[in-house]
């Protein structure tokens, strides 16, 4: 187990399952938690507030280097986050600015360190999530044909969530990556 602690301003989003993720910097052992791996994850280390968030402990989902700089996130082939502004929200930002504000005055720019990410919503609660954001994007509830939109959420969440590719993107980008097929032929 690799136990991590967040400052308060990210505890009740870690608690609550909005945050899913951390950036951390590269360890002086070089251990960092690894897929499969169960994650301890407290606010107040080492103080009496110490409180741990969640538990059980949630599973780690993946792990990537990446690198934030000004004009964005890389991942370690090279390759730049298509939308840092998603990311920076994930982890618990309110913009890939804010975020690049904070890692900037934090480590300095660039900063080298590792995505880790952890399984924590339950399917029951990644499909709902799903289907809230499907439902709150396109602003209706049924289609042309008459189908239900939370009908058809319902059954694309359940898809994405048993991919383990899908799943890591997360509810709220899978369902827009779905909503950006609509009406298509």
């Not at 590269?26 to 969640?54: V, W």
């Not at 690198?67 to 890389?74: C, Y």
Request: proline residues 5%.
């Amino acid at each position: 187990m690799v136990a991590y602690n967040f400052q308060t301003r990210f505890a009740d989003a870690v608690a609550s399952g909005q945050k899913c993720q951390t950036i951390r910097a590269q360890r002086k052992d070089g251990r960092h938690a690894q897929p499969g791996d169960r994650l301890q994850l407290y606010t107040g280390m080492r103080t009496k507030a110490c409180r741990k968030l969640i538990d059980p402990d949630p599973v780690c989902a993946g792990i990537e280097p990446v690198v934030i700089d000004a004009n964005g996130i890389h991942l370690s082939d090279g390759r730049s986050v298509p939308n840092p502004d998603m990311l920076a929200r994930w982890d618990g930002f309110a913009s890939f600015a804010e975020m690049a504000e904070w890692f900037d005055k934090t480590h300095g720019l660039p900063f080298t360190g590792m995505l880790i990410q952890w399984d924590r919503l339950p399917k029951d609660g990644w499909i709902e999530r799903y289907v809230a954001h499907t439902l709150a994007c396109c602003g209706f509830t049924h289609f042309d044909d008459g189908g239900s939109v939370a009908d058809y959420a319902r059954e694309c969440a359940a898809a994405a969530f048993d991919d383990p590719y899908y799943r890591s993107d997360g509810p709220e980008a899978c369902a827009e990556g779905d909503m950006e097929y609509w009406g298509e032929d």
